[in-house]
């Protein structure tokens, strides 16, 4: 159960918050069902590899502010460089953090070779952005976006993200520049089809298909693709996935458009998932572990001539790039160098795959262990119960052991532990979730279908 003190202050917010009502009405009927509810937190504190909630509880974080903390939470040297940064310039957009943070940036690319950054204030706006410059640099008009896939909340970053077609009601106006084709997401196999054939068959449909059935090649500017689906729900594409896309993008003359707002920045043991694939992308977005999870903070980097000369591509808001956002960054690039925070990261990604790679075959309702570094996830088997109840039974008794992960809408448990998560901490919270499948293996599910309370995104 929620505890009470948590139950209130959630409750406090539902008359202000969005979705409250219908979180009042899903609620009634679904303890009409005899269902229970999904268990909330709120953090009251957050240090290191721990949140604590408003009662005092101590709990690990796989969380992660959604992915946005590579060094854990608060970590000091980025709090401390933050602090600085606000105490120097409080905000001034010609401040002098940004020259020397698109330096580094350059640096740091695939192959060092995307050497224009524009800075954004978030994921969103930096998918949104990266798309109209690859549009205004090709001076063409459609984009291929991939189903599965999240790109933001903004009106065009809505547009871009597929998780199905239900994402676009009231947008179906709007929606005319995005091309969306297949992602070979396990979950979605035509029946009788094996991962490979599937995976041949989106690489077809991208590149012969969409050419002869849909919009000319001539007309498309180029593919948005994410490395290895995150919110979709952390799962990774055979490598060849990606290289493919490249080639067919330089076959085509088609820009190559990775957000890696989630994976990049070391989340899966590289400093970008594309590096996994060799690829070198055209333009490469990037935000959340950037600044250490202390800032607002994106943007994307892209070759030279797409952002050295494009006029009509102009991006990033008043607070794009805000001082203590560059100071953040610096910071954490050179804590993640110095630390060997990327070593580090694959080391625990080593430990976490050798505890959870038997649990397909040790527990019926796991179905796959997902990952690539700390991009970790354990899918639920939809055979026998609605997987997404299982999901959210998993990760509610996680919780009540003391291990936040999120299970938001689809039948996964993903989890994100800081990059640099001691090692002990990561084995307790992973055998925390061990103990909760098997509770849930025994017991099945008992969370019904109530949405998440709707104070932001707590509670899933
Ligand atoms: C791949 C990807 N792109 C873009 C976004 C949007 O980023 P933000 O929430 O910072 O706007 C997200 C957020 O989860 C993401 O995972």
Redo the contacts with the bound molecule.
């Keep these: 159960m929620t505890s009470d003190k948590t139950q209130k202050f959630l409750e406090r917010g539902l008359p202000f918050l969005r979705e409250g009502s219908r979180y009042q009405a899903e609620k009634q009927k679904s303890i009409q069902k005899g269902f229970q509810s999904p268990l909330q937190i709120i953090v009251d504190r957050a240090e290191g590899d721990f949140v604590y909630d408003l009662d005092g509880r101590k709990i690990i974080d796989f969380q992660n502010g959604?992915a946005t903390n590579p060094l854990g939470n608060c970590h000091p040297e980025v709090l401390e460089a933050v602090r600085d940064a606000h105490e120097r310039y409080g905000f001034h957009w010609e401040h002098s953090l940004r020259i020397p943070l698109a330096e580094k940036l350059a640096s740091i690319t695939p192959g060092a070779a995307l050497p224009r950054f524009s800075f954004e204030v978030?994921?969103?706006?930096a998918?949104e952005s990266a798309v109209h410059a690859a549009l205004c640099h090709m001076k063409r008009r459609y984009v291929i976006a991939f189903a599965s896939s999240?790109?933001?909340?903004s009106l065009g970053?809505k547009l871009l993200s597929a998780y199905d077609s239900d994402n676009y009601r009231y947008l179906e106006a709007w929606t005319g520049g995005v091309i969306r084709t297949p992602f070979p997401h396990s979950e979605e196999l035509p029946p009788g089809m094996s991962q490979s054939e599937y995976t041949d068959q989106c690489l077809w449909h991208l590149e012969h298909y969409i050419p002869r059935y849909v919009m000319s090649a001539d007309n498309i500017a180029g593919v948005l693709v994410?490395p290895a689906l995150?919110?979709g729900g952390n799962w990774v594409p055979d490598i060849r996935f990606i290289k493919e896309i490249r080639d067919i993008c330089d076959r085509n003359d088609w820009l190559m458009i990775a957000?890696e707002?989630?994976t990049g920045v070391g989340r899966t043991g590289a400093m970008w998932a594309v590096e996994h694939s060799s690829v070198v992308p055209d333009i490469l977005?990037m935000?959340?572990h950037l600044s250490g999870g202390i800032e607002s903070f994106?943007g994307f980097s892209a070759k030279d001539e797409i952002l050295g000369d494009n006029p009509r591509a102009s991006g990033g808001s008043t607070f794009a790039g805000t001082p203590a956002g560059c100071a953040a960054a610096l910071k954490t690039l050179e804590v993640i160098e110095r630390d060997k925070i990327l070593d580090q990261a694959q080391r625990l990604s080593d430990v976490a795959r050798d505890i959870t790679d038997s649990w397909p075959s040790d527990y019926d309702i796991v179905s796959e262990i997902r990952g690539l570094g700390l991009l970790l996830g354990v899918s639920f088997n939809t055979a026998h119960h609605e997987g997404i109840h299982v999901a959210r039974s998993v990760r509610d008794e996680m919780l009540r052991l003391g291990a936040w992960g999120i299970c938001d809408f689809q039948p996964q448990v993903r989890l994100y532990p800081a990059l640099n998560m001691d090692e002990q901490v990561l084995l307790e919270g992973l055998n925390m979730m061990k103990q909760a499948i098997e509770v849930v293996e025994r017991d099945g599910p008992v969370i019904g279908d109530y949405p998440p309370i709707p104070s932001g995104n707590v509670g899933f």
């Design positions: 959604w978030s994921g969103t706006e998918a999240f790109h933001g909340e970053a994410e995150a919110e957000d707002v989630l977005v935000g959340k994106a």
